[in-house]
């Protein structure tokens, strides 16, 4: 069963959601989008999420954790703004941020216990980075918003990113047993990482106060951990969809933000989304790029299904979430799944 789920959810990416590539590209006229409230200007927006696989699949293997905390200014340096009007594929509106963001991701093979190299497994690894990313958005009529972001990571591979020690030590603080393969993880290498996002808004009112929006993005990736392109759709419904956008995820993933506008009252949304993704180099399965290391044959198209919901209310927005990923290597056994929390809140200054 699990080979099937890998099978359709791939097939969905190539045939249905890769085609949005032409569609999103293509650059409407510029309106201004409505600014933010001056408020949340004198201040700035937080996210904290966890990802995990125990509150997905309840397996501890493959995509095994991860961690961003990230913090987002609507106040970005005028300079930078302007070094982002050269680019030609980078649009810039009324609305523009900064955001910063640090974290740390782990990866095991499905078996843990063993203390050998599992050549036909998932190697070990961890991954910590820190990221700049540039973001801006515009109106193109009452109900259509274009936003893109523009991103840097510089990171470690390897020990340095004491993914072991974070994984081997929770372990012990919840007295459960120690994955005992780590000395095989890949070597230590630094990691740079190009992202840039296109994404879309289409608003649309319901009966009884409803909202629905659909989000079409595509996203690339360049660098020595991570070059891959890929597009996908999001779908919400609920209420005050305008005073987000949607919650942020790890990379590779969904796009998102925490900048909220405040809600008055309590507002509510459920999301859905497909992402496929065409695969060119990933680190974690290819293994270390000037040295040897383990690695295996990854697939060249990976596809997420991500469904969730979320609660917003003033200043502060809670989402939770699962993710199903298509096999990312051959000989994989099953797909991958994991759960996310996202918590996204503004401080003032």
Avoid: C
Avoid at 322 to 337: D, I, L, M, T
């Amino acid at each position: 069963m699990a080979g099937v789920q890998s099978v359709v959810v791939a097939s969905m990416a190539q045939k249905s959601v890769l085609p949005f590539l032409l569609f999103i590209l293509t650059s409407p006229a510029q309106t201004q989008a409505a600014p933010p409230p001056a408020s949340v200007k004198e201040g700035g927006f937080w996210s904290v999420q966890f990802e995990n696989d125990v509150w997905g699949s309840g397996d501890d293997r493959f995509y095994s954790h991860g961690t961003e905390v990230s913090y987002l200014s609507l106040n970005p340096p005028e300079w930078l703004m302007n070094a982002g009007r050269l680019l030609p594929f980078f649009h810039t509106g009324d609305v523009s941020a900064v955001q910063f963001s640090v974290g740390q991701s782990i990866f095991t093979p499905e078996d843990t216990v063993a203390s050998g190299l599992l050549r036909n497994d998932r190697p070990y690894a961890g991954w910590l980075y820190g990221s700049a990313e540039l973001l801006s958005r515009y109106q193109d009529g009452p109900n259509h918003q274009v936003g893109n972001v523009l991103g840097i990571t510089l990171g470690i591979v390897g020990p340095s990113a004491r993914a072991d020690q974070v994984q081997n030590g929770f372990h012990d603080l919840i007295g459960i047993d120690k994955p005992r393969g780590w000395q095989n993880q890949l070597k230590d290498e630094p990691g740079i990482l190009l992202t840039y996002t296109r994404r879309s808004q289409y608003h649309h009112d319901l009966p009884g106060g409803l909202e629905f929006e659909t989000a079409p993005h595509v996203v690339g990736a360049l660098g020595n951990v991570y070059t891959y392109a890929g597009a996908g759709m999001m779908l919400r419904v609920g209420q005050g969809l305008r005073n987000d956008i949607a919650p942020p995820n790890i990379s590779p993933g969904f796009p998102g933000v925490p900048y909220l506008r405040p809600s008055t009252g309590v507002n509510w949304y459920l999301f859905a989304g497909l992402e496929g993704r065409a695969v060119a180099r990933d680190i974690f399965l290819d293994g270390n790029t000037f040295r040897d290391s383990h690695s295996v044959d990854k697939e060249p198209f990976v596809a997420d299904v991500q469904v969730g919901f979320a609660f917003h209310y003033d200043s502060m927005r809670i989402a939770i979430s699962n993710v199903w990923r298509s096999r990312e290597f051959e000989g994989q056994a099953g797909h991958v799944q994991y759960g996310a929390i996202n918590v996204s809140f503004f401080l003032p200054d």
